[in-house]
């Protein structure tokens, strides 16, 4: 249970940093909110994965790990998306 906690967490920061490498532009994200992004897609990515028979395979599941990566690009166009529609600006001086 424990490994499992700690690899989604490992995961997840992985996934969460890469998919704001993927995602162009600036998102108006912390690092907290990129953790949290990545370890939701993770679990996600995996669950998906598990359901359609793709996980535990004999070494890296790498479809498991493209899937959990594009739900963490996902999630990071929609925070982002989140965070500038708030104030209907993207930044820069206010007119």
Do not use: C, Y
């Amino acid at each position: 249970m424990i490994g499992a906690i700690v690899s989604a967490v490992v995961i997840g920061a992985i996934v969460g940093a890469l998919a704001r490498l993927i995602v162009p532009g600036k998102q108006n994200m912390s690092i907290g909110l990129t953790l949290i992004v990545g370890i939701v897609a993770a679990l996600l990515g995996t669950l998906v994965a598990q359901a359609f028979g793709w996980a535990d395979t004999r070494g890296i599941d790498w479809l498991e790990h493209i899937i959990q990566l594009v739900l963490a690009v996902i999630g990071v166009l929609i925070v982002s998306r989140m965070s500038t529609g708030k104030t209907g600006r993207t930044g820069g001086t206010p007119i």
